[in-house]
Antibody
Framework: EVQLLESGGGLVQPGGSLRLSCAVS????????MSWVRQAPGKGLEWVSA????????YYADSVEGRFTISRDNSKNTLFLQMNSLRAEDTAVYYC??????????????WGQGTLVTVSS | DIQMTQSPSSLSASVGDRVTITCRAS??????LNWYQQKTGKAPKLLIY???TLQSGVPSRFTGSGSGTDFTLTISSLQPEDFATYYC??????????FGQGTKVEMK
């Protein structure tokens, strides 16, 4: 059974940092790209960042470029999102998602339950 | 970036109704369009990928169609468990993977 379990969310002041983790099981982690997707309270889904299976290639949304860093530890089946210089507009539930990709065909077939990040003074 | 626009933003329907949700891309995305269902407080769930391919385990009352810029998600006979918010997502020009703003299906 595929499982993704996020952790690390919480309340942080503007300008602060937070590191999210996503522990996965049930599939060969290193074979798949992974993404982070967030959802602000009452709003829609926003893709945040993605990383290749090897970890060598990363992508970011313009809204987080330069502030967030995605990484992975394939030996521990864990995905990370280091979030620095946090802003109020980063407040959201953050989901990790398994990324199935083949050419242009791409979809998120498994998601974690989400972890809430609140940026407020 | 490619913009995805869903319509309507919300709709009210009854059990047994046929429901259609539309998603329009700001430029052609061929058939690289996915649909997700999200229930309140839960993670999204993949329903359909590549515009019309049903994800394993998803009931056949869900169908997707379209190509280019215009796509539809149809629920042939709405069931109580289908009341949720539905999102489209394009994967033709990434990053970023862009989602539509969502369509909330509510009980009439």
């Amino acid at each position: 059974e595929v499982q993704l379990l996020e952790s690390g969310g919480g309340l942080v002041q503007p300008g602060g940092s937070l590191r999210l983790s996503c522990a996965v099981s049930g599939f060969t982690f290193s074979s798949y790209a992974m993404s982070w997707v967030r959802q602000a309270p009452g709003k829609g889904l926003e893709w945040v960042s993605a990383i290749s299976g090897s970890g060598f290639t990363t992508y970011y949304a313009d809204s987080v470029e330069g502030r967030f860093t995605i990484s992975r530890d394939n030996s521990k089946n864990t995905l990370f999102l280091q979030m620095n210089s946090l802003r109020a507009e980063d407040t959201a539930v953050y989901y990790c998602a398994k990324d199935w990709t083949s050419g242009y065909v791409e979809y998120f077939d498994y998601w974690g339950q989400g972890t809430l990040v609140t940026v407020s003074s | 970036d490619i913009q995805m626009t869903q319509s309507p933003s919300s709709l009210s329907a009854s059990v047994g109704d046929r429901v259609t949700i539309t998603c329009r891309a700001s430029q052609s995305i061929s058939s690289y369009l996915n649909w997700y269902q999200q229930k309140t407080g839960k993670a999204p769930k993949l329903l359909i990928y590549s515009a019309s391919t049903l994800q394993s385990g998803v009931p056949s009352r869900f169908t997707g169609s379209g190509s280019g810029t215009d796509f539809t998600l149809t629920i042939s006979s709405l069931q109580p468990e289908d009341f949720a918010t539905y999102y489209c997502q394009q994967t033709y020009n990434t990053p970023p993977n862009t989602f539509g703003q969502g369509t909330k299906v509510e009980m009439k």
